[in-house]
């Protein structure tokens, strides 16, 4: 059974600890707050984009070959190569619950029919992860700060050509206390083979041309849908980090109380030795 001593140590640490958490939470809160009405305004437009990528991808693939030697002949981007590539986006810091590990689990998976992609992870507790050996990642040496514009991805952008296919793994924020990790392609989205809708005309017309599109605004939509999904995943990583310092901070305070209970029984005990020290010396005195 602790003594007083050890349980005012106990009680200073864990009142570190809970102080601690409660200002972890805190500065998440605001930071999920701030971004979250930045991201939910900007979803409609992504949505909007992802979709007129698919219909690019969709007409892009059903050229003829008349058409890609136009293309090589005006020197426009040519059509992406069969090399695959899988960016994991993780977070740069510690103390965000169980966000990391639903990442890493859904990796796992995909690994099954990606292990042959190279890999980019973005984040250093994903890089310290995958680092690790449990799997064979080819290349991860991206930084992105927690405080980014588009021109901070710029690099990694550039990579976006080489590939015929970018799977993307990150954690969606749906609401506060609820996040989804899911895989989405930012390259050459895979457009839907349902024998209906190959049957119903394109939803998009392009103007000038189809060429003329691929060259100016593509790799615009997908930097500023990257860009979106890593808001997403910064968004998600502050409400999980917000949540988990706020069950920390809860489970600090219920065991403050416990130890201050066992501190009041303990020094309780301390003052019955002490009353009953007293009564038997009396008894001997007065003997």
């Known amino acids: 059974m602790p003594t007083i001593n050890e349980i005012k140590e ?34 409609p437009f992504v949505e909007a984009a992802s979709a007129m990528l698919t219909e690019v991808a969709s007409i892009r693939n059903s050229m003829d070959t008349a058409s890609l030697l136009k293309m090589e002949k005006s020197n426009l981007p040519k059509p992406h190569s ?27 998976q995909v690994l099954e029919t990606e292990k042959d992609s190279d890999f980019y992870i973005i984040g ?9 050996g449990k799997f064979k ?38 609401n506060t206390a609820t996040r989804d990790v899911v895989t989405t392609s930012i390259v050459n989205p895979v457009p839907d083979t349902d024998a209906n809708d ?13 060429n003329e599109l691929i ?20 968004l998600s990583q502050f409400a999980a980090q917000m949540v988990g310092m706020q069950t920390a901070s809860d489970n600090a305070k219920t065991l403050l109380g416990e130890l201050q209970l066992e501190y009041n029984k303990q020094r309780r005990k301390l ?3 002490k009353i009953s020290e007293v009564f038997a010396g009396s008894a001997t005195w007065a003997s």
Do not use: C
């Not at 250093?124 to 690790?132: C, D, I, R, S």
């Not at 190959?198 to 189809?210: A, H, N, R």
């Open 137 to 174: 990642v080819k290349n991860f040496p991206y930084e992105v700060p927690e405080n980014f514009s588009i021109a901070d991805l710029s690099r990694l952008v550039r990579v976006f050509d080489y590939y015929g296919q970018i799977t993307l793994i990150y954690s969606r924020f749906i």
């Open 215 to 234: 060259e100016g605004i593509s790799s615009k939509l997908r930097a500023a849908l990257f860009q979106q999904q890593i808001f997403d995943a910064h």
């Open 198 to 210: 190959e049957k119903q005309p394109g939803k998009y017309t392009f103007e000038p041309g189809i």
């Open 271 to 273: 003052i019955d030795k």
């Open 10 to 43: 106990q009680t200073i640490v864990v009142r570190s600890v809970g102080d601690f958490t409660n200002a972890i939470q805190q500065i998440s809160t605001m930071r999920m707050v701030q971004l979250r009405g930045k991201v939910l305004k900007s979803r």
């Open 124 to 132: 250093k507790k994903g890089q310290e992860y995958f680092a690790g």
């Open 82 to 108: 069969n090399q695959r590539a899988v960016i994991v986006i993780t977070s740069n810091a510690g103390l965000t619950g169980s966000y990391n590990i639903e990442i890493y689990k859904k990796v796992a």
